[in-house]
């Protein structure tokens, strides 16, 4: 049985970094294969693992309902094309596969694509035994219903007073949609002083998570994030990583 771990939070917070390095973590823990999902219209997921996005969910939107009517005419379901759809979107790398939201490429809302998302998780999220979903900013994906039950909800902060009321309103948030999960973790990332904000305590009791985690705020880290470079080149001594190691053991 497949584990989903959602991770979310403010723009700019490092959510893509965290779900990248996760991956990572989680391959070398010998947990593969993984299976990646950029949720995030802006897809950056795909550089941050090294490998390359050229089909999204939001394109197969737009494709599976110019190409419905003529696969219809030659005795192919709906279902069936989606199918064929959402395999040609999969980007298959050692290790980890993954597939991207993107942008719908026509007119109307994000609702069918949003339903070809939540059948992607349905169909073939079973598959693999962990499955690192990167949100966009904020609880949009999860209040859009995409998923409703998660196996670990990772929250994450940079270290200001700011981020950390994010934290507490994100939370809220996810108890107002009824939002299931069995861990709560909170990542308050890019720390300068060495140690969690004095506040994190109390947070962690409010909240009623499992654990709070502090990152460090690391220039190579930064550095590769800025420059969408590829995190698994990241040294395997790096502080920032090896602490995502630790948080790994636990999944």
């Known amino acids: 049985m497949s584990k989903l771990i959602a991770i979310t939070g403010k723009g700019g917070v490092g959510k893509t970094t965290l779900s990248a390095l996760l991956v990572r973590a989680l391959i070398s823990a010998g947990k593969q294969p993984v299976l990646a999902i950029d949720a995030d219209p802006n897809s950056c997921l795909d550089a941050a693992l090294g490998v390359t996005v050229t089909d999204t969910v939001g394109r197969a939107r737009e494709e599976l309902r110019e190409e419905a009517a003529d696969a219809a005419k030659n005795g192919l379901s709906k279902q069936h094309l989606l199918e064929m759809k959402i395999g040609e979107s999969l980007v298959e790398a050692s290790g980890f596969d993954l597939i991207a939201m993107g942008r719908p490429e026509g007119s109307g809302c994000y609702c069918y694509a949003n339903n070809v998302l939540k059948s992607v998780i349905g169909q073939i999220a079973g598959e693999y035994p962990y499955v690192v979903l990167d949100n966009e900013a904020g609880l949009e994906n999860l209040s859009r219903r995409i998923v409703q039950q998660v196996d670990t909800l990772v929250l994450v902060s940079d270290a200001s007073n700011a981020g950390l009321e994010t934290l507490l309103r994100l939370h809220g948030l996810a108890r107002e ?65 090896r602490a995502i190691v630790d948080l790994a053991d636990g999944f």
């Not at 969690?196 to 998570?209: H, N, V």
């Not at 709070?212 to 698994?232: Q, R, S, T």
């Open 177 to 241: 949609m009824e939002l299931s999960y069995e861990r709560l973790i909170l990542v308050i990332n890019r720390i300068r002083s060495g140690k969690l904000p004095e506040k994190a305590e109390a947070l962690r009791q409010t909240t009623g998570a499992d654990a709070v985690v502090g990152l460090p705020d690391d220039p190579a880290v930064a550095e590769y994030a800025e420059n969408n470079l590829d995190l698994f080149r990241l040294p395997e001594d790096n502080p920032v990583f």
